[in-house]
């Protein structure tokens, strides 16, 4: 492996000026700085960062935390993360949480000397040893009651949504969850639909309100499974809410290999936006998040240096109208 000693005798500079010249911190001079650049390249020097890191007790990884590796929405996230993070100087490596087995990751994390962790996990985590991670320097977002976090808002998507219902002329609409009972109570979405399906002229039925085992099984399938469970309970239902596109695509191959119309019979809506859902069929109605503003922010905690424990960002919503209503 070449090392900065290497580099430094065929430039003929001290190992301190490869240092500064890697760094981009300290004066080096314009003839030395080109020397070192000319021996780098013909060396094919690469840099070691996880002995830097060993040598600075500082990490340049952002760790992230996730259940559904298929879902698209969280690869969105870490697309733009990972573009953010680069601009950063830092890298960013997905964790993934199998079984809920959470303490076993999180031991990977402290042993890896991760500069932060951010929990897009965000239904299983349980962070009761996050003092020691505090300890070691590793900001937590996402990860405990108190500490900085990036909430979605989806008001404004929700009221929107709600009112492209009731210009549709629906009234009855049923609101496909998919995450567990107990979740279901402080999702944000879920709630605006319980506290204001009846402002919009709807009927709220809490029976129409389904929750599933996502993110245990796959989004598609819960929807599927949610959406044949609504139509063979033969409960009305004019419209459907599902709580990711995921769900909603699910729900759509249901409605049609039970006959059902959509739009002209029932209106669907999704939530995420994902790149693709515009060529569904019909093509999904859906409440958008800004998935690059999620993510920037999400890096932005973890490296600036101006981050207290009470920092929140907030990310707006809105609908994206297309055929499925």
Known sequence: MVTKQDVAERAGVST?????????????????????????????????????????????????????????????????????????????????????????????????????IVNLAMFTCDFSWYDIFLEEGIRLINCTATGPKVIVDYTQGMRQAMVSLQRAGRSRPAFLAGIESWLAPNDLRVRFF????????????????????????????????????????????????????????????????????????????????????GFFQPALTTIAVDKRAEAYAYVDLILDDDVNEQDTRIIGTHLVERSSI
């Not at 981009?24 to 094919?44: D, F, P, T």
């Not at 600075?56 to 953010?84: C, F, G, Q, R, T």
């Not at 950063?88 to 000397?113: G, P, Q, Y």
Request: with cysteine; glycine share 6%; hydrophobic share 40%.
């Open 16 to 116: 301190a000026t490869v240092g500064r010249v890697l760094s981009g911190k300290g004066y080096v001079s314009a003839e030395a700085r080109a020397r070192v650049e000319e021996a780098l390249k013909a060396l094919n020097y690469r840099r070691n960062n996880l002995a830097a890191n060993l040598r600075k007790k500082k990490s340049n990884v952002i760790a992230v935390l996730v259940e559904d590796l298929l879902n698209p929405y969280y690869m969105h996230l870490a697309e733009a993360m990972v573009e953010h993070a680069k601009e950063k100087n830092c890298i960013v490596t997905l964790f993934a949480v199998k079984d809920r087995d959470v303490r076993r990751v999180l031991d990977d994390l402290l042993s890896n000397r991760v500069c932060g």
């Open 194 to 277: 319980r506290e204001n399906a009846e402002k919009y002229g709807m009927t709220y039925d809490p029976e129409l309100v389904l929750c599933g085992s996502y993110p245990l099984v796959k989004a598609h399938h819960v929807g599927y499974d949610l959406c044949r469970e609504l139509i063979r309970s033969g409960k009305p239902f004019d419209s459907l809410f599902c709580m990711t596109d995921m769900m909603a695509l699910g729900a759509l191959k249901a409605l049609f290999d039970h006959g059902r119309s959509v739009p002209r019979e029932v209106s669907v809506i999704g939530c995420d936006d994902l790149d693709f859902t």
